[in-house]
């Protein structure tokens, strides 16, 4: 693994389940890690800081935590999966508009402007690396055969957003390389989580690994991105998910 020591990397959603492990990777690598999550309390002995996705402010106060504390920003990675309480709750046709243009705002919109500002700092500093996340539904379709023995399906909001993403991601790369600055995104397939006994059977029978994937599967491909080793990657959209993808 090359060297992360020293550097100085924001992870959102740094308390959420993939969060947590690239947090702990990223530390035992002793990079200066900035854990951003909405359960936080902000302590800047502890580098953690409350961060609200939903409002620009508090986007705009970690930027400038970050700064006070460190005087760069060398890596931001964005493992935070903000959503509306009913997320989930909704077929296709019977969603309604609003919650649809809601958890856009909270997921993909967020990105964008944490991504940006942070951008900013970065052509400044002629450096940086923005890791992102997408998903195996935003490079394939929703297989609903998974759902079918309970009844459940999948949010179209999760699909719109994770595509975007993983195109606003291209549109970076192409962008800010001639600042030295990269953008990747990473696309995890399922991860582990105590899902129903019916999804799991159904996940692990297509999955050509016949797993799904834990936070440890996804924390070591962040950290390689944000590193040195990954000074000449651009623009890719990595996914780790057992094969899934790739049938």
């Known amino acids: 693994m090359k060297d992360v020591k020293s550097k100085v990397i924001i992870v959102t959603g740094g308390n959420g389940l993939i969060g947590r492990e690239i947090v702990k990777e990223l530390k035992e690598y002793e990079a200066c ?14 580098n953690e800081f409350r961060l609200d996705l939903s409002d620009n402010d508090s986007i705009d106060q970690l930027v400038r935590f970050t700064l006070d504390n460190y005087g760069r920003i060398d890596g931001v990675i964005n493992a935070a999966y903000p959503h509306t309480k009913d997320w989930g709750d909704y077929f296709y046709e019977d969603e309604p508009f609003e919650h649809f243009k809601r958890n856009v705002e909270l997921q993909m919109n967020s990105m964008f402007y944490i991504d940006q500002q942070v951008a900013k700092v970065m052509i400044k500093q002629n450096f940086g690396s923005i890791v992102n996340f997408g998903s195996i539904y935003g490079i394939v379709g929703n297989d609903f055969t998974l759902y079918e023995d309970y009844n459940g ?3 179209i ?3 719109a957003v994770k595509g975007g993403i993983i ?5 970076q790369a192409s962008y800010l ?19 129903r006994k019916e999804f799991l059977k159904n996940y692990n029978h297509r999955c050509p690994m016949k797993r799904m994937g834990n ?3 996804i924390a070591p491909l962040c950290l390689f991105l944000v590193s040195d080793g990954a000074k000449y990657i651009t623009g890719q959209i990595i996914a780790a998910d057992g094969g899934w993808t790739a049938i």
């Open 167 to 171: 195109n606003m991601t291209r549109y």
């Open 33 to 46: 890690v900035v854990s951003a999550d909405i359960a936080f309390n902000t302590y800047a002995d502890k």
């Open 177 to 195: 390389g001639k600042y030295n600055v990269r953008a990747n995104c990473v696309c995890p397939g399922g991860i582990f989580d105590h899902q």
């Open 157 to 159: 909001d999760y699909c």
């Open 215 to 217: 936070p440890d599967d």
């Open 153 to 155: 399906t999948s949010p």
